[in-house]
């Protein structure tokens, strides 16, 4: 009964949603109003029975009731709870319920409490979020049920995979959701006030805190897949540049750019039309996304998600949203009055200086992406990687940096050189310092060297908005700024220290050999079998000590899984706060050898610190600005309550 | 600016149309050789084994057209594809080889248990040869002309029906 009530939840769902979307339109044309009365209604009915469909859901994985399909094929009845549990959206069917659901409850959110905006966007914005959220329930209810029943159940179900069951693996899936949730609210909001022409910086007060969240778990979904990576896959990387890598930093620097022009858009009431393009192109890069991992036409280490008639479903999708949008954008966006106007030397400046090189670095990853799409047009085979992406992308990225460091000193509207002369000196003075420093000290590579000098350049000119200012009394938007600006110093140094310092040695040793990499000294103790649940290993026991310190071990093992037979190398860390010692055991090697690969990688860790920073600072400033509508929100309430006092 | 939103449009929907041609086309996963057409490189290998010569690019020009098999003994479907090379061989194609990282041994060995159909071995130990000639793994077949010109590549283990295609090739190559 579970699953046919989920089912039937899911279908109600989705006939609201068809409300949804014919009221808010209705509410566009004068005598519809009688329809658009039911669009707040509707939005938050349609959440409540979403979120009992996925409910149902969990409450079938939960019972491990294999007559479900889904069940029968994702979960096993000895698996431990939790993984029941994420089991309901460790697949396709699952996570699109769990897509639906989410962007409903934020669709039932926003029509339950947002009242700031003029009433005809808010039911434009409605509309355009059924409108997303019916393409969603289409491809659930016609392509991918997942409250399919079997005629015969089984006795067991399928899916005891334990390689899968990682509570990391399980909360990735729904991290990218929120992200992509959040920023299919922004696009809603910007279709909404394409259609009402009613771009104003209300709009997007409202529309920030979507894009801060969606971009907090973008950032955070992005940090830790680099360091799943870096640990995982035993190759001392810790980007690669790879098409589903490239598919989460397009939606991340699209959100970035749009976060950066709402925020002068709701300063300063300027880059009207941009922001509502960003908007849009925010979510189609989102979709992109999805779709280059889901359909499988880019060869990619995601590639068991693939089925290309999902992909030819999300195509269509995309084709509908975007397209539709962009021509809506199109015909619309010479009709929208133009903002207010700036010098180029403003904060607003800086912040357009930014929008355009993260537009430009978006284009490039972009074009890197699809380029091997394109010259298979022409039969030419290429793969696209480093050597691109790194020096192309830098042209773009360095500059951006220099403007980070100097930007958030700078005055709204217009400012003089003579005011920001000082800091700004400071700034280039520590920036060349350490440029000068690295370089005679150590001999560094350009790119690289240039990384450091900027990130020592960031790291002061994003603590410097905190001077002469009563810290205790400094709004938390501003804090949230300060350290997400600071971590990305902090991220930047990590990158270029670890480019630049590295130390890389592939020996075949013998037992009891011992071998310096950088400041350490390793002996290879032994190596001795090891078996697990699923798998044997060989497990290599490395004495490590830093500069003649205390001896720490290491552990890397080469294991072998037999169902299904797979080998995996598990890497050993040894971290310091300066860095990690990185090794991994190949295999044997003649003459009673051992093939390892060390690595001691310097500050390798404050990449993700630093990604941690950035995603800490929008966390601070989502609380607030919540916060801060919350308090006038009340204070609004208070003023009316009095004047009805006063009235009576 | 409001033919840059146009333009815009239409580089989107252009990007669009790409993903849906890619999307209904089958999907090649093999990467073909650019040297197909293209004199061999020069090189000069030495024996892999002791009772057969090593392999040069000159033998390789010799006016007959000649099979070229790229394997290593520790490659399991080259041990899948050694029965077709035998009836390769028994049709008349002269087949010479490059043993890719391996020791003599051991290619002596492989020999042993499926046979040796091979009039040349090269040894190359560190692939230099196998990738000049654009071959991205083992094993692979390459179809050469008596002027040492590359005419084809067989990708993968050369399979019961790959076995006319190739003699076809062949006769090709030598007309």
Redesign the interface.
């Known amino acids: 009964m579970i699953a046919e009530f989920g089912l039937a939840a899911l279908w109600l769902a989705a006939a609201l949603a068809g409300l949804q979307l014919l009221g808010g339109f209705a509410g566009l044309r004068p005598g519809g109003e009688r329809l658009a009365a039911l669009v707040r209604p509707a939005a938050v009915l349609q959440a409540l029975l979403c979120a009992l469909a996925f409910v149902a859901l969990l409450w079938l994985f939960a019972r491990t009731d294999l007559s479900v399909a889904l069940v029968a094929k994702n979960s096993h009845s000895m698996k431990p709870l939790i993984f029941k549990l994420s089991g309901a959206w460790g697949n396709h069917e699952g996570s699109m319920l769990l897509w639906v659901s989410v962007m409903a409850l934020a669709g039932g959110l926003i029509a339950l409490i947002e009242r700031r905006l003029p009433e005809r966007t808010m039911l434009a914005t409605l509309g355009a979020q059924a409108f997303v959220g019916l393409g969603f329930y289409a491809f659930l209810l016609v392509s991918s049920n997942p409250f399919e029943r079997l005629p015969q159940p089984p006795a067991e179900g399928l899916g005891l995979n334990p390689l899968l069951q990682d509570i990391g693996l399980a909360m990735h899936p729904p991290t990218l959701y929120f992200g992509y949730v959040g920023l299919s609210v922004a696009f809603s909001f910007a279709v909404g006030a394409l259609l009402t022409r009613q771009v104003t910086p209300e709009f997007a007060k409202v529309m920030r805190p979507w894009i801060l969240g969606a971009w907090i778990f973008l950032t955070l979904g992005i940090t830790a897949g680099s360091y799943w990576a870096y640990y995982e896959l035993g190759w001392g990387g810790w980007w690669f540049w790879d098409p589903v890598e490239n598919a989460s930093l397009m939606p991340w620097l699209a959100a970035t750019a749009l976060l950066h022009s709402a925020s002068v858009l709701a300063a300063r009431d300027a880059l009207r039309t941009w922001t509502i393009l960003l908007g849009v192109v925010a979510f189609?890069m989102s979709m992109v996304g999805t779709?280059l991992v889901r359909?499988?036409?880019l060869?990619s280490v995601h590639a068991f998600a693939v089925d290309?008639e999902r992909?030819?479903f999300i195509?269509a999708l995309?084709?509908i949203y975007?397209?539709g949008a962009?021509?809506l954008?199109?015909l619309r966006?010479?009709t929208i009055a133009e903002g207010e106007r700036f010098a180029m030397l403003s904060r607003e400046g800086a912040l357009v200086v930014n929008n355009v090189a993260l537009s430009a670095i978006l284009g490039i990853v972009l074009l890197g992406t699809?380029y091997p799409?394109?010259t298979?047009?022409f039969d030419v085979?290429v793969s696209v990687g480093p050597p691109y992406f790194n020096p192309v992308g830098a042209i773009f990225f360095l500059p951006m940096l220099v403007v980070l460091a100097i930007g958030p000193l700078l005055r709204w509207r217009r400012d003089s050189f003579e005011r920001v002369q000082k800091p700004v000196v400071a700034i280039a003075v520590v920036a060349l310092a350490v440029l000068a420093g690295v370089h005679f000290i150590a001999g560094v590579a350009l790119l690289p060297l240039l990384g450091m000098a900027l990130a020592a350049a960031v790291a002061v000119g994003s603590v410097m908005p905190l001077a002469g200012r009563s810290l205790r009394r400094l709004p938390l938007a501003v804090w949230g700024m300060v350290i997400a600006h600071f971590g990305v110093a902090v991220a930047l140094f990590g990158m270029a220290a670890d480019t630049a310092f590295q130390q890389e040695r592939l020996v075949a040793a013998r037992i009891g050999e011992t071998i310096t990499d950088g400041p350490w000294t390793i002996t290879l103790a032994a190596v001795e079998p090891v078996a697990g649940p699923n798998w044997t290993a060989l497990e290599a026991r490395l004495e490590a000590s830093y500069k003649g310190g205390e001896v720490q071990l290491a552990r890397p093992q080469a294991r072998s899984f037999w169902t299904p037979p797979q080998e995996t190398s598990e890497v050993a860390l040894l971290t310091r706060w300066n860095g990690q010692l990185y090794a991994a055991l190949g295999g044997e090697a003649e003459g009673e050898r051992w093939q390892l690969r060390l690595w001691w990688k310097p500050f390798v860790t404050w990449i993700w610190y630093g990604g941690i920073l950035i995603g800490l600072g929008g966390l601070l400033a989502l609380i607030g600005r919540v916060a801060s509508d919350l308090r006038r929100r009340s204070a609004r309430a208070q003023i009316a309550v009095r004047r009805g006092e006063v009235a009576a | 600016m409001s033919w840059l939103r146009w333009a815009l449009l239409a580089a989107v929907f252009a990007g669009l149309g790409l993903f849906a041609w890619q999307l209904s086309r089958e999907k090649d996963e093999f990467v073909h050789s650019t040297m197909i057409g293209k004199p061999i490189p020069p090189f000069d290998l030495p024996a892999a084994v002791a009772d057969r010569p090593g392999l040069s690019s000159r033998d390789l020009a010799d006016g007959r057209p000649k099979l070229l098999n790229v394997f290593a003994s520790w490659c399991v479907p080259c041990a899948a594809e050694a029965p077709n090379l035998a009836r390769l061989e028994a049709s008349g194609a002269e087949i010479v080889a490059v043993a890719i990282r391996d020791r003599p041994e051991d290619v002596a060995a492989f020999l042993e248990r499926y046979g040796n159909p091979f009039t040349r071995i090269g040894k190359d130990d560190i692939s230099a040869v196998q990738l000049s000639i654009g071959s991205s793994g083992v094993p692979e077949t390459f179809v050469i002309d008596g002027k040492g010109v590359i005419r084809h590549q067989h990708i993968g283990d050369i399979r019961d029906g790959d076995v006319p295609v190739l003699l076809e090739k062949l006769r090709e190559a030598g007309a």
């Open positions: 189609s779709f359909s499988g036409i060869t290309p992909g030819a195509l995309l084709a975007i397209g962009l021509v954008f199109t966006a010479g699809l799409l394109l298979e047009a085979r």
